[in-house]
Every structure is written in structure tokens, then in C-alpha cells.
């Protein structure tokens, strides 16, 4: 991962071997592939890979049906879906209650992220809790 992949508020793990691990937002983006954490500027991180512990922790409904594992996040105007992948991959799906209940964005993530993103692209405005 490159820090042009990221936007501020972002969740990434550093691994820097002081902080090994620990997972903290980004503050700032330097062109030169650094970026600020808890005020320190460091090129050390990776991303953070979705799990469903977090969906789960940040208000996802989880349903089985036909052997696939969904996790569902609804509200007044929206519902989000999201499928997990056996190859690690996550397919998020965007449905606004407003035309007719199809998914109107599709978006294949993998790490915390990418879905804090496919949030923004959505126009959701929703803090993710590690």
C-alpha cells in the first residue's frame, strides 16, 4: 500500500518496530510517500484487513443465506451489503431505498480503508471503529 491510496482519517497499522502493530488514523499525506500519525511522520504502515469482528462492531447486521455470509448495514435511505470472498476479497454494495431497492455502487474492497472509502464514494458519512 502507498500512501496516494489513502485520504485522511484513514485506519492503518503501523510496523515500525516501536509501534508494531498498532492502528491509528492518518493526519496528513506527504507526496514523498510519508504520512503523520498521532503527529509523527513515518513511511512504516500497511493496511488493515476487513474482518467481520469489525463489521460487526460498527453496527453491520450479519445474515446467512444459501451458504453465503452477508453483513448488512441499514439506514433511513440506505442499505449497504457486504459478501466476503473466500480470496480475501469483500464485495460492498450500495442500495438507495429511493430507486426501487437495486444496487446502484459496487465496490470490491479487501482492507479498512478501501471501505471507509467506498463510505465517502457512497456519500455516507459514518466513523469507522477499529
Do not use: C
Not at 22 to 29: D, F, L, P, S
Not at 55 to 82: E, P, S
Amino acid at each position: 500500500m502507498k500512501a496516494i491510496d489513502l485520504m485522511i482519517g484513514d485506519w492503518v497499522q503501523l510496523t515500525d518496530p516501536i509501534n508494531d502493530k498498532e492502528m491509528t488514523k492518518v493526519e496528513e499525506i506527504h507526496h514523498d510517500g510519508y504520512i503523520t500519525v498521532d503527529g509523527a511522520i513515518t513511511k512504516m504502515f500497511e493496511p488493515i484487513p476487513l474482518t467481520p469482528e469489525i463489521l460487526l462492531k460498527n453496527g453491520f447486521k450479519q445474515r446467512k443465506q444459501g451458504g453465503v455470509v452477508q453483513y448488512i448495514l441499514t439506514a433511513d435511505y440506505y442499505d449497504v451489503y457486504v459478501t466476503e470472498y473466500p480470496d480475501g476479497w469483500w464485495l460492498v454494495e450500495y442500495e438507495d431505498s429511493e430507486r426501487g431497492g437495486l444496487p446502484t455502487e459496487r465496490i470490491a474492497v479487501r482492507n479498512i480503508h478501501q471501505l471507509q472509502s467506498a463510505f465517502k464514494l457512497f456519500g455516507i458519512e459514518k466513523e469507522i471503529e477499529i
